[in-house]
């Protein structure tokens, strides 16, 4: 029998694992900045946390989500997204009583939804993300858009659009809830089974249809910014005011709603708008929660955030033609002909590595040629070849690959010499 990796999860093999570590360690640097200190939260969590937190008119709840029993017959879900730990762990670790407001939290680590695997789409998917508990200050909102903005333009990427909208308050959401229904509600049965219970659950989501989503009704619905209170219409103004002096450009998209229940005010994504992207555009979601906190058991603290996957970065990466600049460098390779000559190569390796310089060796019993070639196949900087006359002499020729110079080097000094011309 043939095993492979379970549908919709991949294996990241050495060769691509380097783009990853550079793409985290943008991530973690750009984290350091904006002072988005890491959280690490479980894998797994009581599946009734997600139920609240993410909402159970999601599609995540009802169809995405890993539930099993473990043998204690507690019912745990594989995260699906990260917020909803992080305000769980905020909330039982009292962060509220921090002395330094808003807390500014991110993270990094898989997600599992299962979902339809295609282009983008994956069961197993890494997310980062921020969340921004503590402060209802449109300054910030344009904090979080900035950070997630900034990622991408680090990592090289041009072709980006942001979007942005208002979900305005409770008021505006009850006011358009009622104008929803109103519109819907005489050719619901139009509509997919999911968008007949959206209806009088969270007719919102039914914007967010992916089903019918060409239904002429989808274009004539009312528009939340319709029905903005003056103080959320105010607020809206100022997140905007405050992404102009950040030089951030977007475009107001009032037909933009976010899957999760929670979001209130502010609701972004970010899209590639690269000609090789698939139908998936969407790099990027995020928003504001301001009843979450409460709604998983705290006090009530407003709260922003986004996510976005590693995958779906590095797919835009692709499409745009970006290369990361990666390290993987091999400084030194030694080359070894007898029994003494390898000895005294394991030997000038582990000096090597002492002091970080990457060094290798053969393992395998080649020939001299084959052993040259896998260190130029490695990009090795230099090569050494140690035989009988470099044991007796105490020394060995110096190669550097590119340049094709040797030069003769004491094995004392080997040490010293690469350090000072790696
Ligand atoms: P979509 O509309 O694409 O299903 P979503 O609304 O489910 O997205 P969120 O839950 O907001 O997405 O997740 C934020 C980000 O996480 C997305 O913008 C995307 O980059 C990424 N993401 C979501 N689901 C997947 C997945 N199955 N595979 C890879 N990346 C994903
Ligand atoms: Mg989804």
């Not at 976010?258 to 899209?271: K, P, Q, S, V, W």
Request: hydrophobic share 35%; proline share 4%; with cysteine.
């Amino acid at each position: 029998m043939a095993f492979k990796v379970p549908r919709g999860t991949q294996d990241i093999l050495p060769d691509q694992t380097p783009k990853w570590q550079k793409v985290e360690s943008i991530l973690r640097d750009l984290s350091r900045v904006y002072r988005y200190k890491e959280i690490r939260t479980p894998i797994f969590e009581q599946t009734e946390l997600f139920q609240r937190g993410v909402g159970d008119t999601t599609d995540i709840v009802q169809k995405e989500m890993y539930t099993f029993d473990d043998r204690g017959g507690r019912s745990l879900t594989l995260r699906p997204e990260g917020t909803a730990s992080a305000v769980r762990s905020y909330v039982e670790h009292k962060m509220f009583g921090y002395p330094d407001q808003p807390v500014k939290l991110s993270y990094i680590g898989p997600m599992f939804r299962y979902e339809r695997q295609q282009a983008g789409r994956y069961r197993q998917f890494v997310q980062y993300g921020v969340e921004a508990i503590g402060s209802a200050d449109p300054a910030i909102d344009a904090e979080v858009i900035a950070l997630a903005m900034d990622i991408y333009q680090t990592v090289g990427l041009k072709d980006l659009k942001l979007v942005i909208n208002s979900l305005g308050d409770k008021e505006t959401r009850d006011a358009h809830r009622t104008a929803l229904i109103n519109h819907f509600e005489p050719s619901i049965n139009e509509f997919c089974s999911d968008c007949q219970n959206r209806l009088e659950k969270n007719p919102l989501r039914i914007l967010d249809c992916k089903k019918d989503h060409e239904h002429p009704l989808m274009k004539s619905a009312p528009a939340l910014t319709d029905y903005l209170t003056e103080s959320s219409a105010q607020y809206f103004d100022q997140v905007k005011k405050y992404l102009d002096v950040l030089g951030i450009q977007y475009e107001v998209d009032p037909n933009l709603v976010r899957g999760l229940d929670y979001y209130n005010h502010t609701a972004f994504e970010i899209m590639s708008t690269s000609q090789g992207f698939g139908a998936i555009t969407t790099l990027c979601g995020g928003g504001r929660y301001n009843g979450l906190v409460e709604g998983i058991g705290g006090p009530d603290v407003p709260g922003i955030g986004f996510a976005m996957s590693i995958e779906r970065l590095l797919l835009a990466l692709e499409a745009e033609g970006v290369e990361l600049e990666v390290e993987d460098r091999l400084d030194i390779y030694v080359v070894a002909m007898g029994d003494e000559a390898k000895l005294k190569s394991a030997e000038l390796i582990s000096s090597f590595r002492t002091k970080g310089i990457a060094a290798d060796m053969d393992y395998i019993d080649r020939k001299m040629k084959a052993q040259m070639k896998s260190a130029d196949r490695l990009g090795a900087k230099f090569v050494i070849v140690i035989g009988d006359s470099e044991l007796e002499e105490s020394a060995v020729n110096v190669k550097e690959m590119e340049s094709g110079n040797q030069e003769k080097v004491p094995f004392h000094n080997l040490v010293n010499y690469i350090l000072d011309h790696k």
